[in-house]
């Protein structure tokens, strides 16, 4: 055991994280001294992100655990941070136009979407109970803010109160689970607990343990039946925090998710794998079923991603080193295809159209082709056709759990793919031949111009060229877990 | 004499959650909601300690700390949400919560 307190090197390590802070702070303070600087708050929370990444990038290979066994710097946290990074930026990329035509200030909105990304990255590098939940909470917190922030919109309230009472709820379920399991193992860090775990036999207890963890974890990728909120959620918040949501908050549970079952609870593979496997059925299912009525774009998008939460989850299930590099592989090329896909909705609102209705899809290529293409390619590889990246990232997610034994769950899951293309088409229908519907010009802004071509350029580089994100996946993953003393993942 | 061992805690923690889920799922008052989730959280805080106590490791009573903590925050972002949502539509039932179902 290390001497107690920090050693000069564990703060060299933080460095992303801790620029990360000292960048949200400065924005508080320049937006006190300088108020009403909206361009100013834009072009430092995006400095900020810049060189968080860069810094955090000269981590690459890295695999050491700091804080006196609180924090692990790993290729799987680096990978997972990436996302966030990427994902913050975009969101702050799209919020930019987004807050002038709702003409909102932006105010404190770009330090706490910082807070929130800071949150994300202890989720992904905490290997550790406590460590784990306050990362949880940091994001949360942020969110709940971030859901409600168009304070007079009655549906921005809506979703700030469910998304804050079910959220806390959710809470309230893990931390009483992470209770049992710190009373059956003695300790909170998640390679104490494999071993403890691992030397003990299985209990009643226990399992209700591991399931109030399951139920907490589902709660936050919103996995069926534990979904209720984010439908909601999507549809109240502001359309850029719906994005961020979607993507960068569901990529920050997973990374949560795996470390703690496949690290923690690695004795128990067999017990959370069938709970895991009925999520991700009922969580495909239910989420494509109930995508197909709906009218509302971002409503849709909700129960989309839903489903796309259930496709993540056979991975998980899997529960192999392939299953977590195809999690992975998911997570990284939904961010593109899912935060493209919202752009391309945040530019529809114009000063006097919503613009989040199917209807207001209609006539999009007539109006504005690139938007319009861009949006079919989203739809394309969310929907999983080749040669999109959505295309690649289901390969690998059906061949993980294929390998495994898990045919029946691919079965499942093609299904699913093939259901959710009817709803991703309409879409697709109403850009191409529908007729025009009223409303002003759509103007492409620098801002989500660049947005939408990170969306455009990611979903096609990794749909042709995927080796080298499966080589960065596969990376990620097989540092992850060395940490653990399980043998899970070889 | 009865004794109080680690174990009448951890069922007292048990009580309260049950309590404190009942609570959230019957309760339609947004305030009384919320009550019901601090309840969880305490349920949360007793087990740890009580635990804690039991194993004779520290790391549970740190956690309460933190819990506290995060329930204090959650409490002072939660309310200013409610009251928002309360300046809206002067109601705090959830049923009243309506403009967007499928």
Same mark, same amino acid.
């Not at chain 1, 922030?149 to 919109?153: A, F, Q």
């Not at chain 1, 003695?186 to 860090?189: A, I, L």
């Given at each position: 055991m290390a001497a107690l307190g920090f050693s000069p090197s564990d703060f060299y390590y933080l460095l992303p994280e801790l620029i990360l802070t000292a960048g949200a702070l400065l924005l508080l303070l320049v937006n006190v001294i300088v108020p009403r600087r909206d361009d100013l708050l834009f072009g430092l929370s995006m400095g900020t992100l810049a060189v968080s990444t860069l810094v955090l990038l000269s981590f690459a290979g890295v695999d050491i655990v700091i804080s006196r066994g609180l924090l692990a710097i790993d290729g799987f946290a680096l990978f997972f941070k990436l996302i966030f990074l990427v994902s913050a930026g975009l969101t702050i990329m799209m919020s930019a136009p987004y807050l002038r035509v709702e003409g909102v200030r932006a105010g404190e909105y770009y330090f706490l979407i910082l807070c929130a990304t800071l949150g994300m990255m202890f989720m992904a590098s905490g290997i550790d109970l406590i460590t784990l939940f306050i990362g949880l909470e940091t994001m949360a917190i942020a969110f709940y803010i971030l859901a409600g922030?168009?304070? *007079? #919109?009655h549906r921005s309230n809506e979703a700030a109160v469910k998304y804050f009472l079910l959220g806390a709820f959710s809470l309230g379920i893990l931390l009483y689970g992470m209770s049992i399991v710190y009373g059956m193992t003695? #300790?909170?860090?998640l390679d104490e607990i494999a071993v403890a775990l691992a030397a003990q036999d299985r209990s009643l207890v226990l399992s209700l343990g591991m399931i109030l963890l399951a139920a907490g974890m589902g709660f936050k990728i919103a996995a069926? *039946?534990?979904?209720?909120?984010a439908p909601d959620v999507y549809e109240g918040a502001p359309t850029p925090v719906t994005a961020f949501l979607s993507v960068g908050s569901k990529a920050a549970s997973f990374a949560m998710l795996l470390r703690i079952f496949i690290e923690g609870l690695a004795a128990l593979t067999p017990d959370w794998q069938v709970v895991f496997a009925f999520l991700a059925v009922v969580t495909m299912t239910v989420g494509n079923i109930a995508a197909i009525?709906? #009218?509302n774009m971002k409503r849709m998008l909700a129960y989309s991603s839903i489903a796309h939460a259930g496709y993540v989850l056979i991975g998980v299930v899997a529960a192999t080193e392939r299953g977590v590099v195809a999690a992975l592989v998911y997570l990284w090329v939904y961010l593109f295809m899912q935060l493209g896909a919202f752009t391309v909705i945040t530019m529809l609102r114009r000063r006097d159209v919503v613009g989040d209705e199917l209807k207001d899809m209609s006539g999009l290529f007539a109006r504005s082709p690139i938007a319009a293409v861009a949006m079919l390619l989203f739809m394309l590889s969310l929907g999983g056709i080749p040669p999109t990246a959505g295309f690649m990232g289901k390969v690998w997610i059906f061949g993980a759990a294929i390998d495994q034994g898990f045919i029946w769950l691919a079965v499942v899951g093609v299904v699913n793919s093939a259901i959710s293309l009817y709803y991703y088409l309409r879409v697709v229908v109403f850009m191409f031949f529908r007729e025009e519907t009223t409303g002003s010009e759509i103007t492409i802004g620098p801002a989500l111009a660049t947005a939408l071509a990170v969306g455009v350029v990611g979903t096609i580089l990794f749909g042709i060229y995927p080796q080298w994100l499966f080589d960065q996946a596969q990376n990620a993953a097989a540092l992850f877990g060395s940490t653990a003393s399980s043998a899970m993942l070889r | 004499m009865l004794e109080i061992t680690p174990l009448h805690y951890t069922a007292l923690s048990a009580a309260l959650f049950i309590i404190g889920v009942i609570g959230v799922l019957v309760r339609r008052n947004i305030i009384i909601i919320f009550m019901s989730i601090e309840l969880i959280l305490n349920a949360v805080n007793i087990n740890l300690v009580a635990l804690s106590s039991q194993l004779q490791n520290l790391v549970g009573q740190v956690f309460v700390v933190f819990v506290i903590a995060v329930a204090a925050a959650e409490a002072a972002v939660g309310l200013g949400i409610i009251i928002a949502f309360y300046r809206n539509k002067e109601t705090v039932n959830i049923d009243e919560m309506s403009l967007m179902r499928w």
């Open positions: 922030y168009l304070k *007079p #919109s003695g #300790s909170t860090r069926v *039946p534990f979904h209720m909120w009525t709906q #009218s | -």
